[in-house]
């Protein structure tokens, strides 16, 4: 009785395994051109086993990037002065055997080599209204993270235990100061 109930258990829910094995490396913020900002974010860990083994066979794995710049405040609450998610999807073209970027606006990359193919998709480049970072004291937050389409019962098992795409994952927080 209790082998099923924890066998149903593990079926069930989501394996947090693959959880703390992508890490946020780097986040600062740096200025462009004509008083543009952006944010860079460099990723560690992003092509474990799973996710490779699933990139390779031509599952496209999208990735999404959640920014938030907020204003420091020494009482209450920091109120958010914007937020906003960023997607990148990254693919293998089985036909051409080239490695594929794909960052919005439709910015589309690609790469035969793995190793380039793997820096280039570890490094993330977001661009960053300026209007909120003019805000005395004020931090940017960003995450990484990977997730699937939650699904209803009985649904949700049967993707589990069918689909060839890896598990989902979480970055930490990582927070960015402004300076004035």
């Given amino acids: 009785m209790r082998k099923s109930l924890l066998i149903g258990i593990f079926l069930f829910l989501a394996s947090p395994l693959l959880a703390g094995q992508v890490h946020i490396k780097e986040a600062r913020l740096l200025q462009g051109e004509k008083d543009f900002f952006y944010l860079k974010v460099k990723l560690d860990g992003l ?10 066979e031509g599952i496209p794995i999208t990735l999404s990037c959640s920014v938030m710049i907020e204003r420091d405040r020494s009482i209450l609450w920091d109120p958010v002065l914007w937020e906003g998610v960023y997607t990148r999807v990254i693919k293998y073209n089985l036909l051409t055997k080239t490695f594929v970027i794909k960052d919005p606006p439709e910015i589309e990359k690609s790469f035969s080599s793995f190793e380039a193919f793997r820096r280039e998709a570890q490094n993330l480049l977001l661009p960053l209204p300026t209007r909120p970072l003019r805000e005395k004291r004020s931090y940017i937050e960003v995450r990484v993270y990977r997730r699937t389409a939650s699904l209803f019962f009985p649904f949700n098992l049967i993707y589990s235990l069918l689909s060839p795409a890896p598990a989902d994952f979480e970055t930490d927080k990582a927070r960015v100061e402004v300076e004035q």
């Fill in 47 to 56: 092509f474990f086993p799973e996710l490779k083994e699933a990139l390779m």
